[in-house]
């Protein structure tokens, strides 16, 4: 049995990162092949349920650090 896993830096600091919907948008397409995904710098709670709610179909689990 084969595990796909990704481990990726969304870059999504809003004060910095321009079009982070839209690169979020890109970044929750290209998933669709990992059975385990972990995305670092996703800071804001709202890009982090758009990213649950786009991907609930094929990566059902989630959790987000209150760090």
């Not at 990704?6 to 809003?14: A, E, K, M, Q």
Request: proline share 1%.
């Amino acid at each position: 049995m084969a595990l796909k896993v990704l481990t990726l830096n969304v870059w999504g600091l809003h004060i910095f990162a321009k079009r982070i919907r839209e690169r979020l948008h890109y970044i929750s397409q290209e998933l669709e092949g990992y059975d385990i995904v972990g995305l670092q710098e996703v800071w804001s709670q709202d890009d982090y349920l758009f990213l649950v709610e786009r991907l609930r179909r094929i990566l059902p689990y989630s959790f987000r650090s209150k760090r």
